[in-house]
T-cell receptor, first 115, second 115 residues
Framework: DTGVSQDPRHKITKRGQNVTFRCDPI?????LYWYRQTLGQGPEFLTY????????KSRLLSDRFSAERPKGSFSTLEIQRTEQGDSAMYLC?????????????FGSGTRLTVV | AQSVTQLGSHVSVSEGALVLLRCNYS??????LFWYVQYPNQGLQLLLK??????LVKGINGFEAEFKKSETSFHLTKPSAHMSDAAEYFC?????????????FGTGTRLTIIP
């Protein structure tokens, strides 16, 4: 199966530690998105890549957050100095082109718990 | 700015009964509307999308939705509920800007099926 893969599925970390998540999109999908979903809420947009270029970042993405997509393939999302408010499900999605034509394919997410 | 409102955070229906999940949108430009389903500990799966073609949209698993501009609504229906329909459902809106077609999600409706 060549769906969107996210690693790890679950991460528990102590407050103040750094964490990094990985997303492998469907191959040849040039668009990659990160969303954050907190309990009882819908996903919220964090950032977007077109190939290797990060084209937009939400105001939700504080300076403790950084995302990369080297070579336009996999992407990583790093959170530095984690806070309890960072506890959430982090979802990655990819698309081969216009969302209106293809929609997104979401991964299963990485659930982060900051203790 | 675009937004969606999902009326009813929890909906319960009997197996075999009609499913109706409500979504109202707000958009200053012609909207593009989506319904996604999320099963526990999984990512989101696209059910259907409206992109300014037919106002009655058919999706997977027997779901359909009707775009009503006069009511700014995009309600999701299914004639006969199955136990496997139990999940969380999200309505989302986007706009066609040929670039970052990020989705703005509602807060979700949890559907419970009563045997």
């Amino acid at each position: 199966d060549t769906g969107v893969s996210q690693d790890p599925r679950h991460k528990i970390t102590k407050r103040g530690q750094n964490v990094t998540f990985r997303c492998d999109p469907i191959s040849e999908h040039n668009r990659l998105y990160w969303y954050r979903q907190t309990l009882g809420q819908g996903p919220e947009f964090l950032t977007y890549f077109q190939n290797e270029a990060q084209l937009e970042k939400s105001r939700l993405l504080s300076d403790r957050f950084s995302a990369e997509r080297p070579k336009g393939s996999f992407s990583t999302l790093e959170i530095q100095r984690t806070e309890q408010g960072d506890s959430a499900m982090y979802l990655c999605a990819s698309s081969p082109g216009r969302t209106l034509n293809y929609g997104y394919t979401f991964g299963s997410g990485t659930r982060l718990t900051v203790v | 700015a675009q937004s969606v409102t999902q009326l009813g955070s929890h909906v319960s229906v009997s197996e075999g009964a009609l499913v109706l999940l409500r979504c109202n949108y707000s958009s200053s430009v012609p909207p593009y509307l989506f319904w996604y389903v999320q099963y526990p500990n999984q990512g989101l799966q696209l059910l259907l999308k409206y992109t300014s073609a037919a106002t009655l949209v058919k999706g997977i698993n027997g779901f359909e939705a009707e775009f009503k501009k006069s009511e700014t609504s995009f309600h999701l229906t299914k004639p006969s509920a199955h136990m496997s329909d139990a999940a969380e459902y999200f309505c989302a809106v986007s706009r066609d800007n040929f670039g970052n077609e990020k989705l703005t999600f509602g807060t979700g409706t949890r559907l419970t099926i009563i045997p």
